[in-house]
Nanobody, 114 residues
Framework: VQLQASGGGLVQPGGSLRLSCAAS????????MAWYRQAPGKQRELVAT???????NIADSVKGRFTISRDNAKNTVSLQMNGLKPEDTAVYYC?????????WGQGTQVTVSS
């Protein structure tokens, strides 16, 4: 599985961005998909997860502001981010997991600043 993340950029506090991750390969629909982020000087943290069946889990730090979704027909997973805060600034990565394998995208920068 190869992953290509896009949609990052510079946004003002309170603004919105939608990240997308396009996946290649035939196993996408069976993968657990997730978004992680890593801010400078900090460890990578899990932001949101969506199972193959569509169940989701959102980190407490972004709950109520971020939504994860997937389109198995298009092999894509998205992260809708609303009410962005400066502390959301990070490189965001998508990840696919299937059986014992994990695949990472290249990351997309999100900067929240006025």
């Amino acid at each position: 599985v190869q992953l290509q993340a896009s949609g990052g950029g510079l946004v003002q506090p309170g603004g919105s961005l939608r990240l997308s991750c396009a996946a290649s390969g035939s196993i996408f629909s069976r993968c657990t998909m997730a978004w992680y982020r890593q801010a400078p000087g900090k460890q990578r943290e899990l932001v949101a997860t969506i199972l193959s069946g569509g169940s989701t889990n959102i980190a407490d730090s972004v709950k109520g502001r971020f939504t994860i979704s997937r389109d198995n027909a298009k092999n894509t997973v998205s992260l809708q981010m609303n009410g962005l805060k400066p502390e959301d600034t990070a490189v965001y990565y998508c990840k696919a997991a299937y059986l014992n394998a994990a695949y990472w995208g290249q990351g997309t920068q999100v900067t929240v600043s006025s």
